[in-house]
């Protein structure tokens, strides 16, 4: 079955920049989008269709994507960003979803 | 807004069947061509989607689940269910219900989401 893999963790200072990877064969194909979650909260969309920001996320947040491989990228990480990262998007068909494995955002 | 709701048994002994159901409020499940997702969460560990609906009564699932799984959806009470049969430990989870935002016949992306809810399987 399809998969989305993410790097388990990422760890930056505040006020550095971080970068989260997403890698999926299907991803030429098929937009990503990325969710935050914290500890006992439902996920929250912070970067859909690879690139766009919904309304109340903060600028920091900013998504790019290249073949097979898509980016969340959060510029001036706050302490507030310490949280689970997850991609999702949907095998070449669309007709079933997959989220990467999660990455734990440490804010040293 | 759009917000959903998850109801169901906490607790759902082996071999049973795990049933939920997730209530939409704030508008009708039926306006828009959205489907409509369940999702799920072990303790400490990642989102795994489960399975969707649309609104016409088709679904997809999860390959991994697809025998087990089945995902109705009544209009009259603006509500979709999840099914799941011969549930073990390992279908302990929060789960979520989720619109998904997704047009011609792609998906995502998942706004809102419901609060989930804790189903341990135990005897």
């Known amino acids: 079955s399809y998969e989305l893999t993410q790097p388990p963790s990422v760890s930056v200072s505040p006020g550095q920049t971080a970068r989260i990877t997403c890698s999926g064969d299907a991803l030429p194909k098929q937009y990503a989008y990325w969710y935050q979650q914290k500890p006992g909260q439902a996920p929250v969309l912070v970067i859909y269709k690879d690139s766009e920001r919904p309304s109340g996320i903060p600028e920091r947040f900013s998504g790019s994507s290249s073949g097979t491989t898509v980016t969340l990228t959060i510029s001036g990480v706050q302490a507030e960003d310490e949280a689970d990262y997850y991609c999702q998007s949907a095998d070449s068909s669309g007709t079933h979803v997959v989220f990467g494995g999660g990455t734990k955002l440490t804010v040293l | 807004q759009v917000q959903l709701q998850e109801s169901g048994p906490g607790l759902v002994k082996p071999s049973q069947t795990l049933s939920l159901t997730c209530t939409v409020s704030?508008?009708?499940?039926?306006?828009?061509?959205?489907?409509w997702s369940w999702i799920r969460q072990p303790a400490g560990k990642g989102l795994e989607w489960i399975g969707r609906i649309y609104t016409s009564g088709s679904t997809n699932y999860n390959p991994s689940l697809k025998s087990r799984v089945t995902i109705s959806v009544d209009t009259s009470k603006n509500q979709f269910s999840l099914k799941l049969s011969s549930v073990t430990a390992a279908d302990t989870a929060v789960y979520y219900c989720?619109?998904?935002?997704?047009?011609?016949?792609?998906?995502?992306?998942?706004?809102?989401w419901g609060q989930g809810t804790l189903v341990t399987v135990s005897s």
């Open positions: 989720a619109r998904d935002l997704g047009s011609g016949g792609s998906c995502c992306p998942f706004d809102p």
């Open positions: 704030g508008g009708s499940i039926s306006s828009g061509s959205y489907y």
